[in-house]
């Protein structure tokens, strides 16, 4: 069942089909009746940060459209400027270590569902796409960006030790000499580098055509029997989902307990103090 802050829209029909929600709608599904694929935007001004909600919803909104039998998923956003600008930092600065469990097991299984997804998946990047807004990008199997913007996994320069699944779905699209400097460095790519090292497969001129190009990569699909296809992605990733996989409590003591670290907090004080200086210039 489709949880709150998720509506669902048929396109062909031009007509809600379901809401839960009568409060902001974090995320909005629209299927498309020709091709069956569904178009997944998330939707949470003024940046699409992940909090708690927003990324419940993201996980519920995919496995609403795998329970629906769309045949694919595209990943976008509401707004033209970011794709994603990752996690939100609020919710690792202070947290209260009961959100902050649920926060990071919503985090893994977001991922898990994404990275694992049954249906074939694509993002139209139609704006930057930063630390986790890049990590659900690449955990998809297409990537077409727009040009001028920016992604990457910056996570070393605010002082956070990337987690091994992140790492994983940096090396599920890039080769490990890239990965290994991109993620030391905190190497965030304009379109064209993200093209040049085929972080990205395509670059668009507009989203209609990201998302046009989305649907040709997912409509490759159309010869192959779902289910084998399906098996056969599982059984290709799921090397690098391993660690979530196995032992998803190990990865969370160990994400909480670096969170909760004066280390981390004390950087993440200064980033998140420099990212609103920017704003009262
Ligand atoms: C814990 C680590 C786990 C694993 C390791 C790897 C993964 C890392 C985890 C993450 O994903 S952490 C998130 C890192 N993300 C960022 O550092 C992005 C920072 N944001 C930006 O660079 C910019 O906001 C932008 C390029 C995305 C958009 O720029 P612009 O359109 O100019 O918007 P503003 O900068 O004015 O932002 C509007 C508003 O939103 C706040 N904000 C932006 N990003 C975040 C965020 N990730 N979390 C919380 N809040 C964010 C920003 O401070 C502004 O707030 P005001 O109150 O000043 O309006």
């Not at 031009?14 to 709608?25: A, F, N, V, W």
């Not at 796409?129 to 920016?150: D, H, I, K, N």
């Not at 090397?239 to 032992?247: G, Q, S």
Request: hydrophobic share 40%; glycine share 4%.
């Amino acid at each position: 069942m489709l949880r709150s802050q998720t509506k669902l829209f048929a396109l062909g029909k031009r007509q809600l089909c379901r809401s839960m929600s009568k409060s902001c709608d974090l995320t909005l599904v629209e299927v498309d009746d020709k091709t069956g694929i569904a178009t997944l935007t998330m939707n949470k001004p003024p940046v699409n940060s992940c909090n708690l909600e927003m990324m419940r919803a993201l996980k519920d909104s995919m496995k609403q459209i795998e329970g629906n039998k769309s045949r694919g998923i595209i990943l976008t956003s509401s707004n033209n400027k970011v794709f994603s600008s990752g996690l939100d930092l609020n919710e690792l600065r202070n947290p209260e270590q009961e959100r902050l469990v649920a926060f990071w097991k919503e985090l893994q299984e977001m991922w898990l569902t994404l990275y694992l997804s049954n249906l074939p998946t694509a993002a139209a990047i139609n704006g930057h796409a930063l630390a986790v807004g890049c990590v659900m990008a690449s955990a998809c199997e297409y990537r077409v960006m727009l040009p001028g913007f920016t992604i990457g996994i910056h996570a070393t320069k605010f002082g956070y030790v990337v987690p091994p699944f992140i790492v994983n779905s940096y090396l599920s699209v890039l080769p490990r000499p890239v990965v290994e400097r991109a993620l030391l460095q905190g190497k965030i790519f304009s379109t064209d580098e993200a093209q040049q090292i085929n972080l990205i497969d395509e670059v668009a001129n507009s989203k209609e055509e990201a998302l046009s190009k989305c649907a040709s990569f997912i409509g490759s699909f159309a010869e192959a029997n779902p289910v084998a296809r399906a098996l056969t992605k599982r059984q290709l990733r799921a090397e690098f989902a391993r660690t979530l996989l196995d032992e998803p409590e190990a990865e969370l003591k160990e994400s909480l307990e670096y969170i909760t670290s004066p280390l981390f907090q004390d950087s993440l004080d200064a980033y998140l103090a420099k990212l609103k200086s920017k704003n009262k210039k």
